[in-house]
C-alpha cells in the first residue's frame, strides 16, 4: 500500500520523521538514557571498531566512522565486506566488528561476520529485519525499527541506520568518559527535535524538483562535501545512479583539484552539500573553483550558507539549521528527494530499478 503516494520510495521517503522517532523512542528512556537491548556492551572493553557493509549501508558506516572517532575516539576501520572477506584481515585484541544491513541476508556481509566470528570480542548487528541470519548470528543486536523498506533504493533505512549508530557513538563516547553530561543531554535533545526537523526539509521538495529537473538533462553529475557530508554525497550519487540511470560519482571536495575537476564544464551539474559548519569555507573555495569552469552547482545548505553564497550557485535548497553532528540525517533527505525526482522527471522504474534486487543474496 502506497498510502496515497506515487511509488513506495516516495512514500518512505515521507515516513522517515515517524520512524526515526520511533528508532529514538527504542533506544532514549525516559529519564534521558541511552539504553541497548541486552547482553549490552561495555566500550571501555574495546579499543577498535571494524564496520563492515555493503551499498547505502556501506555509507552508513562511512559516516558513524566520524561521529565514533570524533565523539568517542574510538579508531574505527571501514570497509565493504566483499572486499573485507577475501583480504583476510587480522583483527586485533580488544576489538568489536558492527554489521550493518536492512535485510539482514546480504551474501558478502553475511560471510564477513562470519569471518569475524571467534576472532572479535563482540558481533554487534545494525539491522531492520530482526530474524535475519545476521542477527540470529551476532551477539548484541541493534534493530533499526525503520518498517518494512519496499522500495529497491534504500531510504528509511539508512537514515534509522544512521540514529541507531549515533547513538551507540554516544552511548560508546558515555562509557569511556568523552562526553560531559551536560553535552550528552544536548545531542539527546537536538536528536529529540531531529523528527520535526526532518518534516521541515520534506517540505523543500518545491525546490528540489525544480532542481531535478536540471539532473535529468545530465548525462554525469558530481557530488562533493567534507566531513559528515562526504559519505552523504556518495550516498547522493549511488540514489541518483540507482533510479535515474544517470552517471553520478562523489568526491570529498578536498580531492577535487586532484583529478575530478577535468571534468568540468557548463554540463556537469554539481550538488554540494554544505551546511554552515566548521568546514563550510573550505568547500566553498572548492564549490568556486568549480564555478570558475562554468559548473553548474546546486548547493544544499542552510539559510546563512545560502545567504552567504547562495548567488553565486545555479540553484539552492536550503535545509534546516540544525547541529553538525545531525547534518548527515538531515542532509539524506535532498539526497533523496534529488534522485526521487530526477527519476520521476525521466520516467524511470522507481521502485524496481532495471538489474537492482531489493536483497543481494548471492555474491
Ligand atoms: C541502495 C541499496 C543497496 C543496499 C545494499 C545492502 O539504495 O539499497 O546498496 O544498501 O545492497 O543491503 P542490505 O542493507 O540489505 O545489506
Not at 121 to 134: G, K, M, Q, R, Y
Request: hydrophobic share 45%; charged share 20%.
Amino acid at each position: 500500500d502506497k498510502a496515497g503516494h506515487k511509488h513506495f520510495m516516495a512514500k518512505e521517503i515521507a515516513e522517515q520523521p515517524g520512524v526515526i522517532a520511533q528508532a529514538l523512542g527504542h533506544y532514549i528512556s525516559s529519564d534521558g538514557q541511552i539504553i541497548l537491548p541486552k547482553p549490552d556492551i561495555d566500550f571501555t572493553a574495546i579499543d577498535r571498531l571494524t564496520m563492515v557493509a555493503c551499498g547505502t549501508a556501506y555509507y552508513a558506516c562511512l559516516t558513524a566512522k566520524y561521529w565514533f572517532e570524533q565523539i568517542a575516539r574510538i579508531p574505527v576501520e571501514v570497509d565493504v565486506a566483499s572486499e573485507f572477506r577475501y583480504r583476510e584481515p587480522p583483527i586485533p585484541a580488544r576489538s568489536a566488528a558492527l554489521f550493518v544491513s536492512q535485510s539482514g541476508e546480504t551474501a558478502d556481509t553475511l560471510a564477513a561476520l562470519r569471518y569475524c566470528a571467534g576472532k572479535s570480542d563482540t558481533i554487534l548487528s545494525v539491522i531492520n529485519v530482526p530474524e535475519s541470519s545476521i542477527a540470529r548470528e551476532s551477539d548484541l543486536v541493534l534493530p533499526i525499527h525503520a518498517g518494512v523498506e519496499v522500495g529497491v533504493a534504500s531510504t528509511k533505512a539508512f537514515t534509522c541506520q544512521l540514529t541507531v549508530l549515533l547513538l551507540l557513538a554516544l552511548r560508546a563516547a558515555q562509557d569511556r568518559g568523552e562526553v560531559d553530561a551536560k553535552t550528552l543531554a544536548r545531542h539527546l535533545s537536538d536528536l529529540r527535535d531531529l523528527p520535526n526537523i526532518v518534516s521541515t526539509a520534506l517540505g523543500a521538495n518545491a525546490e528540489m524538483h525544480q532542481a531535478a529537473i536540471k539532473l535529468s538533462e545530465a548525462r554525469d553529475v558530481l557530488f562533493l562535501g567534507r566531513g559528515l557530508m562526504y559519505p552523504l554525497a556518495l550516498e547522493g550519487a549511488l540514489k541518483l545512479k540507482e533510479i535515474s540511470y544517470i552517471h553520478a560519482e562523489a568526491y570529498a571536495a578536498g580531492e577535487l583539484k586532484h583529478g575530478p575537476i577535468a571534468l568540468i564544464d557548463k554540463h556537469v551539474p554539481v550538488v554540494v552539500m554544505a551546511p554552515r559548519d566548521a568546514l563550510f569555507e573550505k568547500t566553498v573555495s572548492n564549490m568556486q573553483e568549480v564555478m570558475a569552469r562554468k559548473g553548474r552547482v546546486i548547493l544544499v545548505s542552510d539559510a546563512t550558507g545560502i545567504e552567504e553564497f547562495g548567488q553565486e550557485a545555479f540553484a539552492t535548497i536550503e535545509m534546516p539549521q540544525i547541529s553538525s553532528v545531525l547534518t548527515p540525517i538531515l542532509y539524506a533527505i535532498p539526497a533523496q528527494l534529488l534522485a526521487y525526482h530526477t527519476a520521476v522527471a525521466k520516467g524511470t522504474d522507481v521502485d524496481q530499478p532495471r538489474n537492482l534486487a531489493k536483497s543481494v543474496t548471492v555474491e
